[in-house]
């Protein structure tokens, strides 16, 4: 893929993001992306689904895997808004994306970089690229308006 | 939740780990424990439903969060008998697991010690407990009988 087109599979990330967003979950979106076209997207709905495992990537790869009944997405991209976190980052090395193209990072919870980096660890049996801050301004803040909102009204999200 | 209690739990994780081996998947079973009860259960199936992301330990996981219709699962244990791998490790921290106890190590993919130390990495917002090498002999011997068969059926398991 051509960097290039990054910033218009990311803008597809975005608005899965704002789709949480709209269900008062932190707004985080993903996309699978094969020879250029989305074969998974995902928002995370840790609350509405009650499942601490229901992030945005993990729910996009799930729709990938259905897309070619296999759990290997070997030529695949993963575009999500936020830095993912160390399970998500697990995930995408297990599914042996190519590369993960991320906006904002997160440092609590980052595995790409922030806290861990797993998926360039020479020790695992398969490496992803990462790519780093594609659209992170307008990512940035739409994490601030929800946490803004969220100090506002004093509502719990994790 | 007393010590001498583990061996007891790690066999319930034993025997959906010989589920597994028994559907040729590689065999990893796992269960979570609240107040000496076993509320959840799993055993791989990442080749069975096409998914990386299927590991024993998801899925017990999973099965947790429906009992509680919460995905914070602070009092409870999670038992694997393989070490938990990277996603494996960070979905434990997130959902907020007391404490992780696992029968053999992964040097491959091992998220408790082997190649990254995550539940008790301190900049992460929440901490595991990690108790290793229970039931140890007969996770091993489990797992070398199905790497011979894989071997001598050419098998690609990963």
């Given at each position: 893929m051509d960097p290039?087109?990054?910033p218009h599979f990311m803008e597809m990330a975005l608005r899965e993001a704002q789709l949480a967003f709209e269900e008062n979950e932190v707004p985080v979106g993903a996309v699978v992306v094969f020879e250029n076209?989305?074969?998974?997207?995902?928002?995370?709905?840790?609350i509405a689904l009650a499942d601490a495992t229901a992030h945005a990537e993990i729910i996009a790869l799930s729709a990938a895997y259905g897309h070619f009944e296999d759990w290997r997405l070997e030529e695949c991209y993963l575009f999500s808004t936020l830095e993912p976190c160390v399970?998500?980052?697990?995930?995408?090395v297990l599914s042996r994306i190519k590369t993960i193209v991320y906006g904002a990072s997160d440092?609590?919870?980052?595995?790409?970089g922030s806290i861990f980096t797993i998926p360039t660890e020479i020790k695992l049996n398969?490496?992803?690229e990462i790519v780093r801050?594609?659209?992170e301004d307008e990512?940035?803040?739409?994490m601030r308006l929800f946490f803004q909102q969220v100090r506002q009204n004093k509502t719990k999200v994790n």
């Open positions: 290039t087109d990054y076209r989305v074969i998974g997207r995902g928002h995370n709905r840790t399970m998500c980052s697990g995930a995408a440092p609590k919870f980052g595995g790409c398969h490496r992803c801050g594609v659209c990512i940035a803040a739409l």
